[in-house]
T-cell receptor, first 118, second 114 residues
Framework: GAGVSQSPSNKVTEKGKDVELRCDPISGHTALYWYRQSLGQGLEFLIY????????KSGLPSDRFSAERTGGSVSTLTIQRTQQEDSAVYLCASSFGMGGGAETDTQYFGPGTRLTVL | AQSVTQLDSHVSVSEGTPVLLRCNYSSSYSPSLFWYVQHPNKGLQLLLK??????LVKGINGFEAEFKKSETSFHLTKPSAHMSDAAEYFC????????????FGQGTTLQVKP
């Protein structure tokens, strides 16, 4: 079946502009995660959504970052007033469940969106 | 807090020789541990996971890892390296007992020489 998809695959923007990154999780997965992969910081957790629960935003680096998940499916990560340090690959993942280590909690990753801020 | 340390940033082996990628973890509870692989310009793929069942975990492509609580280690091994194994490998721990948040190590780049 179809995996996690992300769009765009590449995004180049100018400092100060807003950007939106999209994630389509695997159908039926209730949990959705955003991570960021950058040269200096490695792979970092940003935010996750589980069903209708309030999202865990503990990994968002600043209030310029926000995310929403509409209808329990597609998610959009928005970065306002982009800075050069926001340049990274933004990865989305989804899973059937959340936590506990069960098979349903395996996270499947999308190919990522490479963001470059000039 | 949970954390992982990958002891080598770069490992180089010859094709056909064993692979050992080292990982130590720190966790305040019984963790779930994972190894993911990332090939160039490809997404992250799960190799294997440990979830408090058997301590020796077998994964895809001939990889396996052993959970050693006394050593707080979860090293990844493969008896015989193949050229296609060249990639970056991440050791990962779950963030807590009731969240799917993953905490990644810094990664180990595996080079396989012919």
């Amino acid at each position: 079946g179809a995996g996690v998809s992300q769009s765009p695959s590449n995004k180049v923007t100018e400092k100060g502009k807003d950007v939106e990154l999209r994630c389509d999780p695997i159908s039926g997965h209730t949990a959705l995660y955003w991570y960021r992969q950058s040269l200096g910081q490695g792979l970092e957790f940003l935010i996750y959504f589980q069903g209708n629960s309030a999202p865990d935003k503990s990994g968002l680096p600043s209030d310029r970052f926000s995310a929403e998940r509409t209808g329990g499916s597609v998610s959009t990560l928005t970065i306002q007033r982009t800075q050069q340090e926001d340049s990274a690959v933004y990865l989305c993942a989804s899973s059937f469940g959340m936590g506990g280590g069960a098979e349903t909690d395996t996270q499947y990753f999308g190919p990522g969106t490479r963001l470059t801020v000039l | 807090a949970q954390s992982v340390t990958q002891l080598d940033s770069h490992v180089s082996v010859s094709e056909g020789t064993p692979v050992l990628l080292r990982c130590n973890y720190s966790s305040s509870y019984s963790p779930s541990l994972f190894w993911y692989v990332q090939h160039p310009n490809k997404g992250l793929q799960l190799l294997l996971k440990y979830t408090s069942a058997a301590t020796l975990v077998k994964g895809i492509n001939g990889f396996e890892a052993e959970f050693k609580k006394s050593e707080t280690s979860f090293h990844l091994t493969k008896p015989s390296a193949h050229m296609s194994d060249a990639a970056e490998y991440f050791c990962v721990v779950s963030g807590s007992s009731n969240t799917g948040k993953l905490i990644f190590g810094q990664g180990t780049t595996l080079q396989v020489k012919p």
